[in-house]
């Protein structure tokens, strides 16, 4: 039973972690903000044809003279039989079809139109030039996308160019919330004496939908043992991923660990050497992960950046989600008084992290204005001003 665990471990074990993702085919126009779960393979050669790249006039490079007899007009869009013999050029558009017998096309300022020849500086003209070749974008069975890409409107637009319909994507995992507390009231009713609103559920909802989550489901339950063991077993069913604020430290009214060892949770760890979120517990039950945040809204937060961010990007198709932090000079001394790894709102201003006031984990206030957080390692007592902190954004 791993306990207390540090940072860098907490972050190992969820690496290491096998997720079972699945994959669907996605029409196109709904894949925007997927990751590609196979190699998409060109199914063309795109241009299929050789075309214009300019308004102008096309005809063979090969033949000689500053003139050719202007025979037939091709429009964006024309079938791609015209066939030129020599001394003769096309007026062409950008975009159609190049004509058999032609390699060259002249953009029309450059020309003077004379009846029905067209004349043009022979020096000026270079072989192949404004044709754009078939195939040069790509050719037929090219890789065009690798796996785990994400598709972007850039990547919708190629992928129409191919005329692809549908592509294989990663499906994001389905996440169910749990909140517990007897305190925790909706937004829009009165707050009675000892009541609090619900914003962690907000918060966590919010974030999920960032992150391209469609199925979220939320479930309440009061701090009431039987409850607390029944509601996570009715969550364990419907989802891949499962997420609970609150009751997961040791208060008597704290049944979060014990209802989810009885629904055959395995814990992977519990309590991390950081603040805040000190108490998170992570575990699995075959295919689904389970991440109990401790109630307070800063921790929730801040473990959601740190743990739950990473592996919901990862099971979204997302590679290297685990990536290294940026780093930031911090804008003023900073002292620290226990030897835990401290998750700090920061705000980036003039190329510097400054650390905000309010770091109480009950205190949302610096969210307001925070751009991330800022790690202050277990074992550093005192930063100094100046010195590179690591930086870790919202998103
Ligand atoms: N004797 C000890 N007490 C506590 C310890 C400890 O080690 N020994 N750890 C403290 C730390 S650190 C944290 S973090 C909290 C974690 O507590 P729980 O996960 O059991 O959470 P709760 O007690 O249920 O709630 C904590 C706090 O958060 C508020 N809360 C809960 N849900 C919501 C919500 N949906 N929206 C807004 N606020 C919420 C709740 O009202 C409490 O104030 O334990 C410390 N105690
Ligand atoms: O770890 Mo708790 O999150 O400090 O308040």
């Not at 907490?10 to 894949?31: C, I, R, V, Y």
């Not at 869009?77 to 020599?86: E, H």
Request: glycine fraction near 10%; charged fraction near 20%.
């Amino acid at each position: 039973m791993l306990e207390f665990v540090s940072v860098s471990k907490a972050k190992e074990l969820l690496k290491s972690l096998d997720l079972f993702q699945k994959t669907e085919q996605s029409p196109l126009g709904k894949s925007l903000g997927k990751y590609t779960s196979s190699p998409i393979i060109s199914p063309m050669n795109v241009p299929s044809f050789d075309n214009s790249g300019m308004d102008g006039y096309a005809f063979s490079f090969a033949d000689s003279g500053e003139s050719r007899t202007v025979v037939d007009v091709i429009q964006a869009g024309s079938a791609t039989d015209f066939q030129l013999k020599a001394g003769e050029a096309a007026r062409i558009f950008t975009g159609a079809p190049v004509p058999k017998g032609a390699d060259t096309v002249i953009q029309q300022e450059w020309v003077t139109i004379v009846g029905d020849k067209v004349f043009f500086e022979q020096e000026r003209v270079t072989k192949g030039m404004n044709v754009r070749e078939a195939g040069a974008q790509c050719q037929v069975g090219e890789v065009v996308l690798p796996s785990h890409s994400l598709v972007t409107p850039g990547t919708i637009g190629l992928l129409a160019s191919l005329g692809i319909q549908e592509l294989e994507v990663f499906v994001s995992p389905k996440v169910g919330i749990i909140l517990t507390g007897d305190e925790i009231i909706e937004i829009g009713n009165p707050l009675a004496s000892g009541q609090i609103y619900n914003a962690n559920g907000p918060a966590l909802r919010a974030y999920l939908q960032l992150l391209g989550i469609e199925n979220i489901q939320i479930f309440k339950v009061k701090d009431e043992a039987t409850e607390v063991t029944r509601v996570i077993g009715e969550a364990l069913e419907r989802v891949d991923l499962l997420l609970l604020t609150g009751g997961i430290s040791v208060g008597d009214f704290d049944f979060v660990k014990p209802s989810l060892l009885e629904n055959g949770v395995e814990q992977i760890f519990y309590k991390v050497k950081q603040r805040p979120g000190k108490p998170l517990f992570v575990g699995r039950k075959k295919e689904k992960i389970v991440f109990a945040l401790p109630g307070n809204p800063a921790s929730v937060l801040s473990c959601f950046v740190q743990y739950v961010k990473p592996l919901i990007q990862e099971w979204n198709g997302k590679s290297n989600s685990w990536n290294a932090p940026t780093y930031y000079p911090i804008s003023k001394d900073f002292k620290k008084n226990a030897p835990l790894t401290f998750f700090l709102k920061a705000k980036l201003e003039s190329g510097k992290a400054e650390i905000l006031p309010g770091q109480e984990s009950f205190n949302l206030l610096p969210f307001g204005v925070a751009d991330g957080l800022v790690e202050i390692p277990e074992d550093l007592s005192h930063v100094e001003e100046g010195s590179l902190v690591a930086y870790y954004s919202w998103i």
